[in-house]
């Protein structure tokens, strides 16, 4: 076998674990997921999974950064360009979400939806080292994206803010979850042709009125 015919087969051993590891991770959970079960779906042995990843916990971290990769960035752009303007409201703050997010169709045409039910997998698989990871990389953004919610709702504590976008995940984890029964529920009862972002844009408006609801 040539030097690039090998190449080429180690790329496509890693991609097929990615790839079948990213569905089962999201349909079924990290915790509930095996190795074995991964190696089974990617038709690969386990030591191709130890060659590649290591192990089970660096593998998720690589199926999540091929989204996180894409979207942090794009979404930090936005979140700073957005920060410059002297008056801001969550309304804008959510919307520098939505063409990142879309742009993960590139990874898969379920992108999305995918790499929403994986964040969401990762809260509730209590995945911490998962968290740990993306504080780590992507903690600028994460700092930016407080600045804006702080900035847009000022009367809310840092509690506050947790809470909400706890919640505020729940809801779009559900949603994008659910997409393509709730598109064609929306076709059948409203005749409404609806994709994927204008699915995101419909929740926008519930996200922004629910993170900036007066405190108790």
């Not at 509930?32 to 593998?59: E, P």
């Not at 959510?94 to 039910?117: H, N, S, W, Y």
């Not at 994008?176 to 419909?202: C, H, P, Q, T, Y």
Request: aromatic share 10%; with cysteine.
């Amino acid at each position: 076998m040539s030097k690039a015919a090998g190449k080429v087969g180690k790329k496509d051993t890693k991609q097929r674990i990615l790839d079948a590891a990213e569905v089962l991770f999201a349909e079924q959970g990290f915790n509930d997921t095996s190795l074995r079960r991964i190696t089974s779906a990617a038709d690969v042995n386990l030591a191709a999974v130890n060659y590649h990843f290591g192990s089970k916990k660096d593998l998720i971290k690589a199926v999540m950064d091929r989204y996180l990769a894409i979207f942090m960035p794009r979404a930090d752009a936005a979140l700073r360009q957005l920060l410059v303007d002297p008056a801001i409201t969550l309304h804008q703050v959510f919307d520098c979400f939505v063409a990142p997010l879309m742009e993960l169709t590139v990874v898969k045409r379920r992108g999305p939806e995918i790499f929403l039910q994986l964040l969401g997998r990762g809260y509730i698989d209590n995945q911490g080292f998962l968290r740990w990871f993306i504080v780590n990389h992507y903690g600028e953004v994460l700092e930016h994206f407080t600045r804006a919610i702080h900035k847009a709702a000022p009367e809310l504590s840092s509690a506050d803010v947790f809470w909400r976008l706890h919640f505020t995940l729940g809801t779009v984890v559900f949603t994008m979850a659910s997409s393509e029964a709730l598109r064609d529920i929306a076709k059948v009862d409203f005749n409404e042709d609806i994709d994927v972002e204008g699915l995101v844009r419909k929740v926008i408006p519930y996200l922004a009125s629910g993170v900036g609801a007066t405190p108790c």
